[in-house]
T-cell receptor
Framework: DTEVTQTPKHLVMGMTNKKSLKCEQH?????MYWYKQKAKKPPELMFV???????INESVPSRFSPECPNSSLLNLHLHALQPEDSALYLC??????????????FGPGTRLTVT | RKEVEQDPGPFNVPEGATVAFNCTYS??????FFWYRQDCRKEPKLLMS???SGNEDGRFTAQLNRASQYISLLIRDSKLSDSATYLC?????????????FGAGTRLAVHP
């Protein structure tokens, strides 16, 4: 079962709020990813966790703070966001991080609106 | 030059048509290649991996030409349900990391 779940599906938050996005997979995958996707654009990588350790941060502003409590869970903590941060936030997982041919499986995403 | 470039869309085709999408990538050391499809306001879903020998899955055929750094996807006998955006995806395996680079996508609209 190639399923990645994300909550919430939709989130509206003000610029002074603090919120968190959650992602879960039970496929035994050891790599998890956060992507941001704006309308009519491809997904852009934000963070990569490998074996519960942050291995890639694509120069993401500190108002986005990832956390990987265990191998099945990935959170993205949001604080003091800007309206331009409104986007679809996608979580993905893959069996491992390194090595060829490891497909990534995406969750349904959280559609975030910052007001 | 973009790392992954795709045919500009949209492609509007009738049901039953054969349609081909092309994609080029700039990093000759890239190791793995994929086609994903994305429906409007949904997540990308893996359609197929692309292997050097070419591979087929039902109506879908993917080809890879490493010498030309070119990937293609052929869809035969198009169905209405094939309408979606098709994303060409390359993993350059830079530094050993599994980082997917997405093309901008090509939109396909299949009409009755």
């Amino acid at each position: 079962d190639t399923e990645v779940t994300q909550t919430p599906k939709h989130l509206v938050m003000g610029m002074t709020n603090k919120k968190s996005l959650k992602c879960e997979q039970h496929m035994g995958h050891r790599a998890m990813y956060w992507y941001k996707q704006k309308a009519k654009k491809p997904p852009e990588l934000m963070f990569v966790y490998s074996y519960e350790k942050l291995s890639i941060n694509e120069s993401v502003p500190s108002r986005f703070s990832p956390e990987c409590p265990n191998s099945s869970l990935l959170n993205l903590h949001l604080h003091a966001l800007q309206p331009e941060d409104s986007a679809l936030y996608l979580c993905a997982s893959s069996p491992h991080e390194g090595g060829p041919s490891y497909e990534q499986y995406f969750g349904p995403g959280t559609r975030l609106t910052v007001t | 030059r973009k790392e992954v470039e795709q045919d500009p869309g949209p492609f509007n085709v009738p049901e039953g048509a054969t349609v081909a999408f092309n994609c080029t990538y700039s990093n000759s050391a890239s190791q793995s290649f994929f086609w994903y499809r994305q429906d409007c306001r949904k997540e990308p879903k893996l359609l197929m991996s692309v292997y050097s020998s070419g591979n087929e899955d039902g109506r879908f055929t993917a080809q890879l030409n490493r010498a030309s750094q070119y990937i293609s996807l052929l869809i035969r006998d198009s169905k209405l349900s094939d309408s979606a955006t098709y994303l060409c995806v390359v993993n350059p395996l830079s530094g050993g990391y599994n980082k997917l680079i997405f093309g901008a996508g090509t939109r396909l609209a299949v009409h009755p």
